[in-house]
C-alpha cells in the first residue's frame, strides 16, 4: 500500500467513526431532522441504541430522510424505541412508511383514548412493529446502559393532559407562576403530547412535542416537576400557541433548538421570549424563517441550518453531541461546518 493510499484509508475511517453511532466513542447523540416543519428528534446512546421521537409527515420525503440520518449518519441498523407524541400528521405521519425502510422495535404513544380529538387510523394503528406500549406519566423507557459509562433515563413526564405530581424536593416556583397568564384553550391533540426528559450523567434535555400553552403550566407550577435543563427542544415548532414564558424560565436551558419549517413556526412572540430568557445562550434553527408577511424572525445564518425554501431545500440536519463525561456538548450543523461546544449545568 502506497503512503497516500494509507492516509487516505485512515482518515476514511476516522470520518467514519466520527459520524457513526455513539459505540465509536462513547458519546451521546441527538439529530434533528429536517421534517419541513414537522419534527423527528433521533437519539443514538453510547451502546448504540436508538430512540426517535416522531416521523414527520405522510409520504416518502420524512421517512427517507430519517432513514438516511439513520442509517448513513449514525450507523443504525433500526429504531428500537420510537415515542409518538400526539398524532398530528406531521409528527406520526411518516411512521408507517419508516417501518417499511427500517425495522422498529417499540412504540411508545397514547394508544386509543377516550375523548382523542384526532384518530391517525388503521394505517397507523397496524404498521409493523415489535410492540406497542401505551406510555403514562413517570414511565421510564428501558435502555441498555454501557459499563462505567454515564447513566441513560429516558422519562415521560406527562401526557394525555396528566403530569408526574411533584413532591417536597421540587423547587417551590410561586413567584415565577404568578407571571403566568393564560391563553384560550386548545381543544386539539396537541395538549395530549407526550413530554420526554431525557439524562446521560448531567446533561438534561426536554422534549414536550406540541403541548399547549396552558398545560405546560403545569409542569412547572406550583412545583417544577422537570427541573433545570441544558437543551430544550422549542415546543411545537415556536408556534405561540405553546413555549409559555413560565417554562422557559423555570427550565432555564442553554441552548434552544427548533424544528420550524421555512414558513411554519419561530413567532413573534416565541422568538421573543426564548431570546429575552437570559439562562439560552444560543437558539439554532432547523428553517431560516422567510414567512412573506413580515414577521420574520432569525438568528444569524451559522445557527440555521436550512436556508431555502421547502421546494429548493437540502433537508441538512443538527446535530448535537455529548461528550462521554456528560460534562458538555457539542452542537453542530454538518453541511456548513458549524460547530459551538457548551458546558452542562
Known amino acids: 500500500m502506497t503512503r497516500i493510499a494509507a492516509l487516505t484509508t485512515v482518515l476514511v475511517l476516522s470520518l467514519t467513526s466520527f459520524s457513526s453511532a455513539g459505540t465509536k466513542d462513547g458519546r451521546f447523540d441527538i439529530y434533528w431532522v429536517d421534517v419541513e416543519g414537522g419534527a423527528a428528534t433521533l437519539m443514538v446512546t ?18 427517507n430522510r430519517i432513514a438516511h440520518v439513520a442509517t448513513k449518519v449514525a450507523g443504525l441498523q433500526r429504531i428500537n424505541h420510537l415515542i409518538i407524541t400526539h398524532y398530528h400528521r406531521d409528527h406520526y405521519g411518516g411512521a408507517s412508511s419508516l417501518s417499511k425502510l427500517l425495522p422498529i422495535g417499540t412504540v411508545h404513544d397514547n394508544g386509543k383514548f377516550e375523548g382523542m380529538p384526532d384518530d391517525p387510523g388503521k394505517d397507523y394503528f397496524e404498521f409493523k412493529a415489535g410492540k406497542r406500549v401505551v406510555i403514562n406519566p413517570g414511565d421510564k423507557i428501558a435502555v441498555k446502559q454501557v459499563a462505567d459509562g454515564k447513566a441513560i433515563t429516558l422519562t415521560c413526564l406527562g401526557t394525555r393532559k396528566s403530569f408526574i405530581e411533584g413532591d417536597g424536593d421540587d423547587p417551590d416556583n410561586a413567584t415565577i407562576c404568578a407571571t403566568h397568564r393564560p391563553k384560550d384553550r386548545d381543544g386539539s391533540d396537541n395538549a395530549n403530547s407526550v413530554v420526554t426528559l431525557i439524562e446521560f450523567g448531567s446533561f438534561r434535555f426536554y422534549d414536550g412535542g406540541d403541548l399547549t400553552w396552558n398545560q405546560e403550566m403545569r409542569l412547572v407550577c406550583p412545583k417544577n416537576v422537570v427541573g433545570e435543563v441544558d437543551v430544550y427542544q422549542v415546543t411545537h415548532h415556536g408556534l405561540d400557541s405553546s413555549n409559555n414564558p413560565v417554562v422557559l424560565q423555570s427550565l ?29 445562550k444560543q437558539v439554532y434553527q432547523v428553517h431560516k424563517n422567510l414567512r412573506p408577511d413580515g414577521s420574520v424572525n432569525n438568528v444569524a445564518a451559522e445557527f440555521i441550518a436550512n436556508q431555502k425554501a421547502t421546494e429548493e431545500c437540502d433537508g441538512h440536519y443538527i446535530k448535537l453531541s455529548v461528550a ?22
Open 46 to 63: 453510547p451502546a448504540g441504541e436508538s430512540i426517535l421521537i416522531d416521523t414527520g409527515n405522510p409520504g416518502l420525503r420524512d421517512p
Open 252 to 280: 432555564k436551558p442553554r441552548v434552544a433548538i427548533m424544528n420550524n419549517g421555512h414558513k411554519k413556526g419561530c413567532l413573534p412572540e416565541v422568538f421573543a421570549n426564548l431570546t429575552a430568557t437570559k439562562s439560552i
Open 324 to 345: 462521554p463525561d456528560s460534562k458538555s456538548y457539542r452542537v453542530s450543523i454538518p453541511s456548513s461546518g458549524h460547530e459551538k461546544t457548551f458546558k452542562t449545568k
